[in-house]
């Protein structure tokens, strides 16, 4: 086993190596051809290679070659194709590389004994040969590739796995693992006494120190309540009167194993690539399920997953998504997503209703890039290269009533994007699902708020019969990205229930410190875009018509009388920090689950000095005017519970006797009968009252029989005589 892994390792480095030297000779090998690499060692039935170059009008031929025994050499290249036991297929992947594989045609099955069929492997060593490939123009060789194949047969048991079901055990009376220290497949494990491939040769050598417990496959030893184990030394004189006898199937260890029912095996994890192809598309979109093409296949979109980009993910109904992807580019690109055609967006989707909806295409360009590009890495001597028609975002808008999808629109933003040398391109993906011309607005809960979701906002909208509505909206934190400039700073929405403090920087020079007003207006402008609301929702599910689900915002606002005077290099009274606080409290119970409502919110800023540090050697902040230094924009927002009232306050006395409460008190006595009342579920409120009134019984005997009544009645029969 160790000889196979370390011939395997050789093999999944050397393809990954394959397609390094693929990228970096495709440049030079535009005349001639060139296989890569141009030599190989095949250790499984399946070899691939590459042939680069100028490859119209070249034909493979493959044959046997055999090195000579004086000098070990092989002979020259040649043209001749020889029948061997291999079969070799040829891709085109691109203008000048063509993928070549070649297949073993023979069963790598070890030959069993006295087996007669020469399809099998007679030997471990199952094929030992050396081949070479030939690349030919006519009957001119132009390049070859040699193959050292080493392949050795595969171990199958003679009674490998067939179709039939595997029939699981009822566990209630037998594990479904019996010999969990069995280990290994048609093995004897050491000290596994319950394995059934061990011989009785075997375990004479460890019958005597077999594994216990459980994992030995002891899963049903015997209790200790049970006759069969009485002994002598540990067992007490009472015990003959108190055991057991009861089947080995009434056995509490089998209470460890889960009782299960026979269930569909799913499908484990595989480092395989998924296939997007679907074998049974639905004829009725549901919630969740994935929308299909015209063809039956997934109709994709880029989306993110596991903290990469996705090119062909599937769209899942009524599922609306944002997302953005981060590319390095180096040179223009030429393939989709970035590089797309309208007629390539505008396919044919099925609707869910048995027909069919085509995507409808707008273009829109774009020349402002600020968005989309966040950093250029330009080398001076390299020459500006323009990439036009670069898609910059697709943002589908999905149609559906019922079941069904009505129509699909799609906005593709596309621009110019100039490479010095190197772009970082952020490119948008969205996908919005409308009912009529309306977007479903989520709710935070049902009621009260659920911890996580977004803070639902609003603001004020006059309708045309003078009603108000409220417009939904969100209240923001700082995101940065990963400069962390304010410039390029998203916005993340409040969740509720969760603290949070971010911020991002600001750039600064000597000339902004010399107008504070300026600057203290520019700061506030920023920090108030976080929040345009003016009213908080009260619960997860607010109405938009009904005031009366909707607090206001207080705002905090800054005293002048804080704004100090300036000194040269300074301003003081700078809001750099936006602080919300959120008040919220419990107002009832549903289903056993709080139901929390938000009942104050308060935006305030604190305010900070900020000046120029010129220390450390680095004066050019305070000699050059236009020279900046980065000072931070902050927000947080903080949750407070507020307590629930639970009534008036309670007196000295029961403050401090505390006897009769089963809250600050070992011994609750108000409970003394509670096994007997209606309250107590642990068993059928008939066996709990005749077991009570057992126990009363057995009190009046005791008491009766007892000292107490003993002195009674001997005090009685004195006195009666």
């Known amino acids: 086993m160790a000889n196979v892994v370390h011939e395997l390792l050789p093999s999944f480095y050397s393809r990954h190596f394959i397609c390094f030297l693929l990228f970096i000779s495709l440049a030079d090998t535009q005349n001639t051809v060139v296989f890569q690499p141009s030599y190989l060692t095949a250790t499984g039935p399946t070899v691939t290679t590459f042939l680069l170059g100028n490859t119209s009008d070249i034909s493979l031929n493959l044959r046997t070659v055999y090195p000579s025994n004086i000098t070990g050499s092989i002979d020259p290249q040649s043209c001749d194709a020889e029948v061997t036991q291999w079969v070799i297929t040829q891709e085109q992947v691109g203008k000048t590389a063509v993928r070549v594989q070649l297949r073993l045609d023979k069963n790598l099955r070890l030959c069993g004994d006295n087996e007669t069929d020469t399809g099998c492997c007679q030997k ?40 039939n079901k595997t029939v699981i055990p009822n566990q209630v009376y037998q594990p479904l693992g019996p010999c969990p220290c069995d280990l290994t497949l048609r093995k004897c494990d050491i000290r596994c006494c319950c394995d059934k ?8 050598l460890f019958e005597s120190h077999c594994l216990p417990g459980p994992f030995g496959g002891q899963v049903s030893p015997a209790a200790d309540y049970q006759c069969s184990v009485q002994t002598s030394e540990n067992s007490p004189d009472w ?39 679907s074998s049974a598309p639905v004829n009725v979109y549901r919630q969740g399920s994935p929308i299909f093409t015209l063809n039956d296949q997934y109709f994709t979109i880029p989306q993110r997953a596991l903290g990469h980009c996705l090119k062909n993910a599937p769209v899942a109904f009524l599922k609306d998504f944002e997302v953005k992807c981060v590319t390095l580019l180096q040179s223009c690109p030429t393939g989709s997503p970035l590089q797309t055609l309208p007629t390539d967006l505008g396919i044919q989707v099925k609707n869910g209703q ?58 593709r933003t596309v621009g110019t994007v100039t490479l010095n040398d190197s772009v970082v391109l952020t490119t948008r993906y969205s996908a919005v699902f409308l009912n009529g ?34 417009d939904r909206t969100s209240i923001h934190l700082w995101e940065p990205m990963s400069d962390g400039l304010c410039s390029t700073a998203e916005k993340k929405p409040i969740l509720f229930g ?4 971010s911020g991002c920087l600001l750039p600064v020079n000597q000339q902004n410190l010399t107008q504070c007003n300026l600057l203290r207006e520019a700061v506030t402008s920023l920090q108030a875009a976080l929040n345009t609301a003016t009213y908080i929702a009260k619960s997860g599910n607010p109405d938009a018509l009904t005031m009366a689900d909707w607090v206001n915002i207080e705002f905090v606002t800054m005293n002048s009388s804080t704004i100090m005077e300036n000194t040269t290099g300074s301003c003081t009274a700078i809001p750099s920090h936006l602080q919300i606080h959120v008040w ?14 938000i009942h104050t919110v308060q935006v305030s800023y604190g305010l900070s000095t900020w000046a120029l540090v010129c220390g450390g050697g680095d004066v050019s902040p305070c000699v050059d005017p236009m020279e900046t230094q980065l000072f931070p924009l902050t927000s947080s927002v903080t949750f407070i519970d507020i307590p629930i009232n639970t009534g008036p306050p309670k007196t000295r006395f029961q403050i401090n006797f505390t006897e009769y409460d089963c809250n600050r008190n070992d011994v609750c006595w108000p409970e003394l009968a509670f096994p007997i009342t209606k309250y107590y579920t642990g068993e059928p409120y008939s066996q709990s009252l ?21 002195q009674i009645r001997q005090a009685w029969n004195s006195a009666s005589s």
């Open 498 to 501: 969760e603290n949070s403090t």
């Open 354 to 411: 048995g027909g069919d909806v085509t995507v409808d295409v707008i273009d829109e360009v774009t020349f402002d890039l600020s968005q989309f590009i966040s950093s250029t890495y330009a080398v001076v001597s390299s020459e500006a290269q323009l990439c036009e028609n670069v898609t910059l975002a697709l943002d589908y808008k999905f149609y559906w009533k019922g079941n069904g999808i009505t129509s699909i629109n799609l906005t």
């Open 437 to 470: 011309e309306f977007m479903g607005e989520p709710n935070s809960g049902n009621p009260g708020y659920q911890v996580g979701r977004p803070v639902i906002a609003g603001t004020v909208d006059t309708l045309e019969n003078n009603t108000s509505s409220i």
């Open 124 to 163: 471990p060593l199952c094929v030992l040969e050396t081949l070479q490939v030939s690349a030919c123009v006519g009957s001119t060789a132009q390049a070859s590739l040699l193959i050292q194949a080493k392949i050795y047969a595969l171990s199958v048991p003679a009674n490998a796995g067939s179709d």
């Open 197 to 204: 491939d061990c011989s009785t040769e075997d375990l004479k």
């Open 584 to 597: 919220s409290l419990i107002t009832g119970m549903l289903d056993g689950k709080p139901q929390r409502e």
């Open 690 to 710: 005749a077991k009570g009134l057992i126990l009363v019984f057995f009190f009046i005997t005791a008491s009766v029989l007892g000292t107490p009544w003993r």
């Open 239 to 277: 015990f003959p009167f108190l055991c057991v006898n009861s089947p080995p199937e009434n056995n509490p260890y089998l209470g460890l194993f889960y009782q299960g029912y026979t269930i569909t095996p799913k499908p484990g994890p595989s480092f395989q690539s998924p296939v997007l192809s």
